[in-house]
């Protein structure tokens, strides 16, 4: 069964970069019907798509971001990253990877990693 | 961007009772809407996608329904452990984008 599991640095200065990492194991991570997504959510607050990367290594991000964020795989260490530079205190939040699976009416989220907390202070 | 209005914003309800969850999307997704489920402190699950396909593992009193614009999760028969919040989410176009969560309370 797929396990995802994020890990980073809890506390991130402010203009600095957010790095976190998302480990996949117990399954494929180059099925050509699956990406790999990245979500947050701010305390108390609702579900943000930060955005995907598939196989071939094309990304799309969610523009509010202003460019400011990046998220890539590799296969053989059989992970996904993501990366956000210029961070503020509004981008503090639980940061979730995804495995996105895709058919050709359909797309969703699942499994989830159990999230990481990310804050970001001065 | 597609936007995406859920309502309600939250409910009360009771064991037993039958619960409806809308979505509206301000352009047609066909039938590209998921709905999540999100217990306090846990990740987001899947409860369908499709709009109505049922992911493996979910009680059958969970549905859903709809296509276009407009979609409605419902639960027949809500349980103890439906108590919970829900979102909805449209994933045609990028940017994907969340509803703002129904968040289902015990009466």
């Not at chain 2, 699950?45 to 009680?59: E, F, N, R, W």
Request: hydrophobic content about 30%; glycine content about 10%; proline content about 5%.
């Amino acid at each position: 069964q797929l396990q995802l599991q994020e890990s980073g640095p809890g506390l991130v200065r402010t203009s600095e970069t957010l790095s976190l990492t998302c480990a996949v194991s117990g399954g494929s991570i180059s099925d050509g019907r699956q990406y790999w997504g990245w979500i947050r959510q701010p305390p108390g607050k609702g579900l943000e798509w930060i955005g995907n990367v598939y196989h071939g290594g094309n990304a799309y991000y969610n523009p509010s971001l202003n460019g400011r964020v990046s998220i890539s795989i590799d296969t053989s260490k059989r992970q996904s990253s993501l990366r956000l530079n210029s961070v503020t205190a509004a981008d503090t939040a639980v940061y979730y990877c995804a495995r996105g699976m895709t058919t050709v009416t359909a797309n969703w989220f699942d499994p989830w990693g159990q999230g990481t907390l990310v804050t970001v202070s001065s | 961007d597609i936007q995406m209005t859920q309502s309600p914003s939250s409910l009360s309800a009771s064991v037993g009772d039958r619960v409806t969850i809308t979505c509206r999307t301000s352009q047609t997704i066909y039938n590209y809407l998921d709905w999540y489920q999100q217990k306090p402190g846990k990740a987001p699950k899947v409860l369908i996608y499709d709009a109505s396909s049922l992911q493996s593992g979910v009680p059958s009193r969970f549905s859903g329904s709809g296509s276009g614009t407009d979609f409605t999760l419902t639960i027949s028969s809500l349980q103890p452990e439906d108590f919970a919040t829900y979102y909805c989410q449209q994933s045609f176009s990028t940017p994907f984008t969340f509803g703002g969560g129904t968040k289902v309370q015990i009466k």
